[in-house]
């Protein structure tokens, strides 16, 4: 599949297969991850890979609106050190998850962690350093649903030269 093939059929997906998804996929997903553009070239992100059902448990009772959690296969949590535009480039490697899960025939969600009251929590949950924090988890599997939730339309959204 190809990157705009990649953008424009990349959907939010919260159902699952039961099914593992291989780890050499999951560690091609963290590698797409950190290739993302950043701040100053500063990497500054660190990726945590989860499978346990027993961290899922723990994360669906966390955070907000997440009880779907429980079943996911697997996530990736992407933590940024604390600096000016930790959000924009953990932002920036999430969607290079989101997209390469897409690439390799995967669902994927974005679930919200920075500025979330659960943020902390999920950072000492899985372990972070205290100079990290939580921006996002981009939960990944084989989906069980196909979600076709309308976009904006182009006309709806471009401006030229001037809003």
């Known amino acids: ?14 159902a699952y297969q039961n099914k593992p998804v291989p780890r050499d996929i999951l560690a091609d997903l963290v590698d797409c991850a950190r290739l993302a553009p950043s701040a100053m070239n500063g ?3 660190e990726f945590v890979v989860i499978t ?5 448990d723990a994360l669906a009772k966390l955070i907000t609106h997440s009880q779907w959690l429980a079943k996911a296969p697997a996530g990736i949590a992407v933590f940024c050190r604390s600096h000016m ?4 480039d953990g932002s920036a490697a999430l969607q290079n998850i989101l997209l390469a899960a897409t690439a390799h025939g995967l669902g994927s969600c974005w679930v919200s962690g920075d500025k979330q009251p659960y943020a902390e929590a999920v950072a000492r949950l899985l372990g972070a350093p205290a100079e990290y924090r939580f921006v996002g988890l981009a939960v990944v ?23």
Do not use: C, N
């Not at 599949?1 to 919260?14: E, F, N």
């Open 52 to 56: 346990r059902p027993d961290t899922f």
């Open 85 to 88: 535009l930790y959000v924009e």
């Open 141 to 163: 599997g084989y989906s069980a649903e196909t979600p076709m939730r309308e976009k904006r339309p182009l006309e709806s959204v471009l401006h030229w030269e001037r809003f």
């Open 43 to 45: 990497q500054q992100w």
């Open 1 to 14: 599949m190809d990157a705009i093939q990649a953008i424009k059929t990349r959907r939010s997906v919260r």
